[in-house]
């Protein structure tokens, strides 16, 4: 890796899944690690492993600006690369999406990596070079049914990752984006918790649809095919990491890059009709409702 290594990167939602993985691989790699997690115990849990463990909740401005400074602190003021991979998804249709469920979904998954950004850019541009990697998903170009809040925070992000690459080129910082599709993590887990807090099943005319979602929310193992282990992101963020031309976008399993051309390909009510059969398929109700 040459003058890469030991080089600090700050990563954010690491208790599980992709940040998860991206930690471990990173420190294999040679990287400094500086791992965030929003709980407590799973701070506790990583430091347990070795890892330079950071609490740090993206919808609190105190938990960013603490979280940077310690990690400032520890590197000295020094820090090559961002990777954003904390996140949520918040289900429900979009006419059940109250102002504080959308604004929650809004907080963490672009409001506070923004500002967490911002606060590590001056660093980046001091050292003359820098990476910034934000996790993405398909559905940061496609829309599903009952997804519309994570949607609309993926699409707002595609959007806000674009006109910051334009605003920094030439300065030695790059920034990419990664847009998964389906992989094993806790977002089903934590999905169906978002879910129970804002909405609730009885007295929503799509409660059938509800309760298949619930039962895909809770079913054991992969809820759908294609499916990748959180390590297949090493890929990807390595080449964003590293490369002298890193990409712009990086998509990441057969339905993204499938979704990805059919939108480009197909005229709008057709790739309407593609998309409402794969959420008809997701959200058929269960036997006997």
């Not at 590590?120 to 003359?128: A, I, T």
Request: charged residues 20%; contains cysteine; glycine residues 10%.
């Amino acid at each position: 890796m040459g003058t890469l290594s030991a080089s600090a990167v700050l990563l954010t939602g690491c208790s599980s899944g992709i940040g998860y993985a991206a930690a471990q691989g990173l420190r294999e790699r040679g990287y400094r690690v500086l791992a965030t997690a929003r709980r407590h115990e799973d701070v506790q849990a990583l430091a347990g492993e070795g890892f330079e463990a950071l609490q740090l909740d993206l919808a609190s401005s105190a938990s960013i600006d603490a979280a940077v400074g310690e990690a400032l602190a520890r590197t000295g003021g020094e820090l090559y690369a961002l990777f954003n991979n904390a996140g949520y998804g918040q289900p429900g249709a979009v006419e059940d999406l109250s102002r504080d469920a959308l604004r929650e979904q809004f907080e963490t998954n672009l409001f506070g990596l923004h500002e967490l950004t911002c606060r590590v850019l001056p660093v980046m541009r001091r050292c003359g070079r820098g990476r910034i990697v934000h996790n993405s998903s398909l559905l940061g170009y496609v829309a599903l049914r009952y997804r519309g809040a994570y949607n609309a925070s993926k699409f707002a992000l595609e959007g806000l990752t674009d006109t910051l690459r334009l605003e920094l080129a030439g300065s030695g910082i790059h920034v990419a984006l990664i847009e998964p599709g389906p992989i094993e993590s806790r977002f089903r887990q934590n999905a169906l918790q978002a879910f129970l807090r804002h909405n609730t099943v009885s007295g929503s005319i799509h409660a059938s649809a509800y309760s298949a979602m619930i039962a895909r929310l809770v079913k054991i193992g992969p809820a759908v095919p294609f499916t990748l282990p959180a390590g297949s992101i090493m890929k990807p963020l390595l080449h964003a990491l590293e490369s002298p031309r890193p990409r712009a976008r990086y998509r990441l399993t057969v339905p993204a890059h499938a979704f990805w051309v059919l939108k480009h390909l197909l005229p709008t009510a057709v790739l309407d009709r593609v998309l409402a059969g794969v959420s008809s398929k997701e959200n058929r109700p269960p036997k006997g409702i």
